[in-house]
């Protein structure tokens, strides 16, 4: 991966944007969460085939895969989880969202960018937790965020020069706490925009990084596009294929979601400690 000129990446985020804002001001609830599951899937299934095509696929990888999974839908069919799964999963792909930002910019890991993903993630968690369970702690989570993010403008500004994903990160932690106390949106929308927006994002920043490679950027088109087929098609069967509902009905996609975070992060060099069959070699992430 590399980072993109600031012209790509503007389209980029500029197009995700719009895009996700488009589908929650315009969509309700439901038909928000329908499509964020349907382009979920296909996001899941391209990220998995570049996974594999740059060799991270590996038996170590699969097997780990099919301990974790059986554990989380095992644990699903014994116990529930109930509400607390979409804030649970909401929660963990809020630090998705706002690591992988950095990542596509190659940025490092610093102790500023850290204090304020805590101000980021933590205030969406506890807004999912009002909307979804009911329960509401806005006010000393939001106190607190906010010594948060004043202690990582104080860093940032010792750690100049700021990029650009500095920026933006300290504009949107500090404007949508405010945004989301004033509109109080379904959990449907909390969800479906930061989802729909990273999905979108990593499209448009593989894309841009293939400029060079016509040829590669045209196959990258044609996986997008089959992949998601494959979803919308299976989708379209799902009433007279009644096992596809463990891919589409949302809380299995959920349990998807997690899985697909956790192997997005897995290290190229990291060994499974309950398994220990060799390493993972490196791949593709999103």
Known sequence: MRALSYR??????????????????????QNTLYLFILFGQGH?????????????VTSTYLFSYLILALLLFGGYVLFGFGEWLIVFTGT?????FFVDEFRMARLPFSIARGLLGVAFVVPYGAFLVRSVVGFDALTPVLTISSIYLCASIVLLFYQRPWSRVDIVAL??????PLFLLQVSPAPEYLLG?????HYVRWYFYYFFCLNDNPLRR???????????IIVFYSDIHLLSVPFLGYFFYANFFYLWTILHIIFSYMPSSARIPFIGLGRFREGVSA
Do not use: E
């Open 171 to 176: 504009i949107a932690t500090a404007l949508t």
């Open 8 to 29: 790509q990446d503007g389209i980029g985020f500029l197009a995700s944007f719009s895009l996700a804002a488009l589908a929650v001001s315009f969509l309700s609830p």
């Open 92 to 96: 963990l792909f809020a630090v998705h």
């Open 44 to 56: 899941f299934l391209v990220t998995y085939f570049y996974q594999w095509r740059g060799g991270k």
């Open 193 to 197: 925009f930061i989802i729909l927006f």
């Open 218 to 228: 045209r196959a990258y088109l044609w996986h997008v596009g089959v992949f998601n």
